[in-house]
Nanobody
Framework: QVQLVESGGGLVQPGGSLRLSCGASGIFFSIYAMGWYRQAPGKQRELVAAITSDGRTNYPDSVLGRFTISRDNTKNTVYLQMNSLQPDDTAVYYC???????????????WGQGTQVTVSS
């Protein structure tokens, strides 16, 4: 049974930083691409970072230069370092296991339960 468990969310002031973690079990972690998505109230879930099995990364323009995804295959864990956070970054953040096809990340349907990130003064 695949389990993805996120942690590290919370309340932070604008301009602050948070580091999210996601521990994986039940999958051969090192062969999967991994992604972080977020979903704000009333909005669609969007991909904010993805990493290939060998560490190449992709980001949308909205977080490029502020967010960094990384992975530790020895710990079956993927991280999301978020800097210069703004109120628009407020959302539930989800960890995801996926794959790349023709250079594009796509979910394989394995999701964590999500962790709330709130950016507010």
């Amino acid at each position: 049974q695949v389990q993805l468990v996120e942690s590290g969310g919370g309340l932070v002031q604008p301009g602050g930083s948070l580091r999210l973690s996601c521990g994986a079990s039940g999958i051969f972690f090192s062969i999967y691409a991994m992604g972080w998505y977020r979903q704000a109230p009333g909005k669609q879930r969007e991909l904010v970072a993805a990493i290939t099995s060998d560490g190449r990364t992709n980001y949308p323009d909205s977080v490029l230069g502020r967010f960094t995804i990384s992975r530790d295959n020895t710990k079956n864990t993927v991280y999301l370092q978020m800097n210069s956070l703004q109120p628009d970054d407020t959302a539930v953040y989800y960890c995801n296991a996926g794959q790349y096809y023709r250079g594009t990340y796509s979910s394989l349907g394995y999701w964590g339960q999500g962790t709330q990130v709130t950016v507010s003064s």
